[in-house]
Every structure is written in structure tokens, then in C-alpha cells.
């Protein structure tokens, strides 16, 4: 993973403390990191509730990364998405990139993904965004970043 890293935190100084003062976000602290992204509930859900999609696992805050780019990434040259539907795909990388969150790989969303499979970030976001993240640049601060698999 090719993301700025974080310099240490101070001694007697919380990594979050350290982050927040480095990244100028500073106030208001939560008591976690960012571990979902809002996503268009109308493509997934049948009702009106909101959805996000976890892309850490809530026990060890491990953040869920492909390893390398699904077969269907929308980062791959010739992407079909990328033709039918380019205005969609550049303001919803927009919007994370801007929102500092991420993308989560298509394969692994619930409703798309084979059974057994975790929501994951999309490798081919991290790799053109990642330095951008929060969840990335957090994760990796930390060693929390766990790679898996794209599903097959």
C-alpha cells in the first residue's frame, strides 16, 4: 500500500491526538475511526433505509482492502461502466475523494457478492486514491490494514 504514512505519536500522546493535530481536523474527536461510507440505497435496498457498507471489521478495526483489482474494477482500461455510465462513476469517486472516505469494491457489496465475502475497499481507488482516505490513511497509520482477496 503506497499511502503517506503518519509520523509516530508523542510519547504520553494518543495516535488519534497525533492525527488530528498533523491533518488539522483537531475538535470534536469520535471515539473510533471511519469504518463505513454512506452508498446509494436505491441500487441495494428495497425500502428507504439508510445504508452503509462496513468495510472494517468491528472487533479488531482491521480495515478490508483488495488485494489487487477485481476482474470488473471500474479502474481497469475498458471498463465497461466507464462508458455507460461516466458521469455516475466520476461523482461518486468525487464524492469520496472530496468526503475523504473511499469506494467499496463492487464484488464485495452485500446483494453482489458470493456468500462468505466482506465489503472491501476497491484496490483500484486506494491505489489512485488512497493518500486521500481516511480510512486508508488511518488503517495504515496503525497497521490495521488487512488485504484480501477479490472475490472470484
Given amino acids: 500500500m503506497k499511502i503517506r504514512r503518519l509520523a509516530a505519536a508523542p510519547e504520553g500522546g494518543s495516535i488519534w491526538d497525533h492525527w488530528a493535530d498533523e491533518t488539522g481536523i483537531g475538535g470534536a474527536r ?3 475511526m471511519m469504518t463505513s461510507m454512506p452508498i446509494e440505497t436505491e441500487d441495494l435496498f428495497e425500502d428507504d433505509t439508510a445504508g452503509c457498507v462496513p468495510v472494517a471489521d468491528e472487533t479488531t478495526g482491521e ?6 483489482r477485481c476482474a470488473t474494477c471500474i479502474f481497469r482500461p475498458g ?4 462508458a455507460t455510465m461516466p458521469a455516475r462513476i466520476r461523482d ?8 475523504e472516505g473511499h469506494v467499496t469494491c463492487h464484488s464485495t ?5 458470493p456468500a462468505g ?7 483500484g481507488f486506494a491505489d489512485t ?3 486521500r482516505s481516511l480510512a486508508l490513511r488511518f488503517g495504515d497509520s496503525l497497521g ?5 482477496p477479490p472475490p472470484s
Fill in 30 to 32: 469520535t471515539s473510533g
Fill in 63 to 68: 480495515v478490508r482492502l483488495l488485494s489487487e
Fill in 79 to 82: 471498463n465497461p461502466f466507464r
Fill in 92 to 99: 461518486m469517486i468525487a464524492d469520496a475523494v472530496a468526503d
Fill in 109 to 113: 457489496l452485500p446483494g453482489s457478492a
Fill in 117 to 123: 465475502v466482506e465489503p472491501a475497499i476497491c484496490r
Fill in 129 to 131: 486514491y488512497g493518500d
Fill in 144 to 148: 490495521l490494514i488487512r488485504e484480501i
